[in-house]
């Protein structure tokens, strides 16, 4: 069956410091997309970044970074030089070619200490 | 592009009364989109898949007479919570999937109900 898991329920750093979010799904599609999203307080999802399953190149967008490593299942997210501003609710989800449904992750609550 | 807005953005109001919430795609055609519900510090849970001119396909364990859903052009799709009670106060997010947006759903503000 298709699962995603978010093992860190909380997360806290201080600002500056580099933090990894980890994501590990579970699938028997070959064709799937992988999604992270964030959720700041207001509470409206932030897109961040779509990864289908046939491109493994690991992605850089200015301080965040994706791993993508389909031999364990795994589609981490790496903050460098964290801010405060980065503070949210994290979601990594999945979604199978076959389904049009997205299955998500409990997230990740990530807090940057000033 | 690819613009989805919910209305109201939240919403107050007494037990046993309905509430609707309006999910459109500003700048796309939708015919499918999806209704799901937050509670705090949880993830998202996905309620129901609106499609264009048919019944919504429910999730097992929403009862479908207390969470009415309308989707009756390819820009709106209205989910209503009838007789609300407070344990039905949550996040409510909607989204809208991009068929000429390589199959992507994007997803409105949300709207926040609290029954008294």
């Known amino acids: 069956a298709q699962k995603v898991t978010q093992a860190q329920t909380e997360i806290s750093v201080v600002e500056k410091e580099d933090v990894t979010l980890d994501c590990v799904y579970e699938t028997r599609d070959t064709t799937y997309y992988l999604f992270w999203y964030k959720q700041p307080p207001s509470g409206e999802l932030v897109f961040l970044i779509r990864?289908?399953?046939?491109d493994e190149q690991n992605e850089i967008s200015g301080r965040y970074s994706w791993n993508f490593q389909k031999s364990t299942s795994s589609f981490n997210f790496t903050i460098t030089a964290s801010q405060v501003v980065d503070s949210a609710v994290y979601f990594c989800?999945?979604?199978?070619?076959?389904?049009?449904?997205?299955?998500w992750g409990a997230g990740t609550k990530l807090i940057i200490k000033p | 592009g690819a613009v989805v807005s919910q209305h109201p953005s939240w919403v107050i109001c007494k037990s046993g009364t309905s509430v609707k919430i309006e999910c459109r795609s500003l700048d796309f055609q939708a015919t499918t989109m999806f209704w799901y519900r937050q509670f705090p510090k949880q993830s998202l849970m996905l309620m129901a898949t609106?499609?264009?001119?048919?019944?919504?396909?429910?999730e097992q364990g929403v009862e479908k007479d207390k969470f009415l859903i309308n989707h009756a052009s390819l820009t709106l799709s209205t989910l209503t919570v009838t007789s609300a009670h407070p344990e039905d106060s949550s996040f409510y997010i909607c989204?809208?999937?991009?068929?000429?947006?390589?199959?992507?759903?994007?997803f409105g503000p949300g709207t926040r109900l609290t029954v008294l």
């Open positions: 609106s499609n264009e001119g048919s019944k919504a396909t429910y």
């Open positions: 989800a999945l979604l199978e070619d076959s389904n049009y449904q997205l299955i």
């Open positions: 990864r289908n399953s046939f």
């Open positions: 989204s809208a999937l991009g068929l000429a947006h390589n199959n992507e759903q994007f």
